[in-house]
């Protein structure tokens, strides 16, 4: 059955890297899977080994968000609330392997509690209205910090993975955004522990546990995906095998 995961976190903590290994994994199962990037800082595509020109975000359109939304670009004018998107994903997505494609979609930071604009309309529409059939997933690469949370954005979502690194600041984050999740219908939460090392292991799951979590899914830390990122070189094919396995088990799960 296809699944909608978003993955969450602090910012740096390895949410674009873990989106990607995740994908892959899906794709391997026989899964199509579509990577949407909703960072105000996108960087999936670079994650992916696709050139960024070739993945501007749509949310930077102007004129595709004034056509559905019927937006004038006036502050303060009217829009549609509920834009028609759906073609959009099809067209706009950049096929990345057989089974894996990436839909650049970017976020408008809000200038303040209460905020929504066209833009933002834009984009929820987008996130809510993919449809999955049967063997697809979708991934939402989120933004770092809580703004991601809005209802349209987790509705309907089968997983949420909260992406912590070692250190007290990463937990405190995770904390935040589970105390929302009540209020929001989310099947199920994941913790995912990222650059773990042999010596901060121990630290790590003291400091989840005497939060009352524990990571489902671990990824070492790795100097590979360091020079990766230093040479802007994909990650889509770097194997983390326990990683790998881990994350079978809680996709196994739902
Ligand atoms: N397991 C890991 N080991 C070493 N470096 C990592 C690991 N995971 C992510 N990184 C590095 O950490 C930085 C932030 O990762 P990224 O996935 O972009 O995080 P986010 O999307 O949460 O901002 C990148 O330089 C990335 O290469
Ligand atoms: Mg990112």
Do not use: W
Not at 41 to 58: C, T, Y
Not at 123 to 134: D, I, Q
């Amino acid at each position: 059955m296809g699944l909608k995961i978003a993955v969450a976190g602090k910012g740096g903590s390895g949410k674009t890297t873990i989106s990607v290994l995740l994908a892959k994994i899906l794709s391997e199962d026989g899964q199509k899977v579509l990577l949407v990037d909703l960072d105000s800082d996108p960087n999936l595509a670079n994650a992916l080994g696709v050139p960024a020109g070739a993945a501007s975000p749509l949310v930077h359109r102007k004129e595709l968000v004034a056509e559905r939304t019927g937006s004038t670009g006036e502050p303060g004018g009217m829009f549609l609330l509920n834009p028609s998107v759906v073609d959009l994903i099809e067209s706009h997505a950049l096929k990345v392997t057989d089974r894996v494609s990436l839909l650049p979609v970017g976020t408008i930071e809000s200038a303040g509690e209460g905020c929504f604009c066209p833009q933002t309309a834009f984009v929820r529409a987008l996130v809510s209205k993919v449809v999955l059939g049967k063997d697809e997933s979708v991934i939402l690469d989120l933004e770092a910090g809580l703004e991601a949370f809005g209802r349209a954005v987790v509705e309907g979502l089968d997983l949420l993975l909260i992406v912590v690194e070692p250190g007290m600041r990463s937990v405190e984050t995770a904390k935040r955004i589970l105390r929302m999740l009540p209020d929001l219908g989310i099947r199920s939460a994941r913790i995912v522990a990222n650059k773990v090392r042999p010596g901060n292991l121990a630290l790590l799951a003291r400091q989840l546990s005497e939060n009352g979590l524990s990571a489902d899914i671990v990824l070492a830390y790795s100097d590979e995906l360091v020079a990766r990122d230093l040479d802007g070189r994909s990650v889509f094919d770097y194997l983390d095998s326990r990683f790998e396995e881990e994350a079978k088990a809680v996709f196994g799960a739902l």
